[in-house]
């Protein structure tokens, strides 16, 4: 596709158990980034990949959330023992090179329950 | 601290009004700034940026370093400028690493 691409769109999984939520990045694009937002809050930065290097993880609210960017395409946002402060929407947004601008996907949003 | 403040969470115009959505940052340094827009059903998108001094839909935005602000003006507004407008401050120069405001939406009545 032409867009940055998120799965699943709607996620509901219980208190404690581990989620994984992916996303496929606009074909050929160097940067990904991973955001939260949460209900009544802005948009929260997570987690951002740039080609090989080693990922800018400074958002990460806690340890019970990675990330890992496999081919430096498809990126996967891991949440261990999921709390219900968890449920927001996932936002993945990619860019070129020429970091003149962010893509967003249409983001999955997670309730747990 | 780094932070962007949108201190309006609705905005509520009749078409043909004016508009002002306002944003104010706090950055020590020298900010890049932009206004994000989300559409009902549709996804997050960029609507200007304030190096590249474009008016898009008829919006502009003029970054004003002795207020900390970041306005985003139109003078007539429209019933599909309705939507969720997010300022954002990227303090390094990252586009897409960015600290977000709260947004504000507005609402543009008939």
């Known amino acids: 596709g032409a867009g940055v691409s998120q799965s699943p769109s709607n996620k509901v999984t219980e208190k404690g158990k581990d989620v994984e939520l992916r996303c496929d990045p606009i074909?050929?694009?160097?940067?990904l980034y991973w955001y939260r937002q949460s209900l009544g809050q802005g948009l929260e930065f997570l987690i951002y990949?740039?080609?090989?290097?080693?990922?800018?993880k400074s958002g990460l609210p806690s340890d019970r959330f990675s990330a890992e960017r496999t081919g430096g395409s498809v990126s996967t946002l891991t949440i261990q023992r999921t709390q219900q402060e968890d449920s927001a929407v996932y936002l993945c947004?990619?860019?070129?090179?020429?970091?003149?601008?962010?893509?967003f996907g249409q983001g999955t949003r997670l309730t747990v329950v | 601290a780094q932070r962007v403040t949108q201190p309006e969470k609705l905005l509520s115009v009749f078409k043909g009004a004016p508009v002002e959505l306002k944003c104010n940052y706090s950055?020590?340094?020298?900010?890049?700034l932009f206004w994000y827009v989300q559409y009902s059903r549709q996804r997050l998108q960029l609507l200007l940026r304030?190096?590249s001094r474009e008016s898009i839909k008829g919006f502009t935005a003029d970054l004003n370093k002795g207020e900390t602000s970041f306005h985003l003006k139109k003078p007539f507004a429209q019933e599909e400028d309705s939507a969720m407008y997010y300022c954002?401050?990227?303090?390094?120069?990252?586009?897409?690493?960015?600290?977000f405001g709260q947004g504000t939406t507005l609402q543009v009545k008939p």
């Open positions: 074909s050929g694009h160097t940067a």
């Open positions: 947004a990619s860019e070129g090179i020429l970091n003149t601008e962010a893509f």
């Open positions: 954002a401050l990227s303090p390094s120069g990252n586009t897409g690493k960015l600290i």
């Open positions: 304030h190096i």
């Open positions: 990949f740039q080609g090989n290097s080693a990922p800018d």
């Open positions: 950055y020590s340094g020298s900010p890049e």
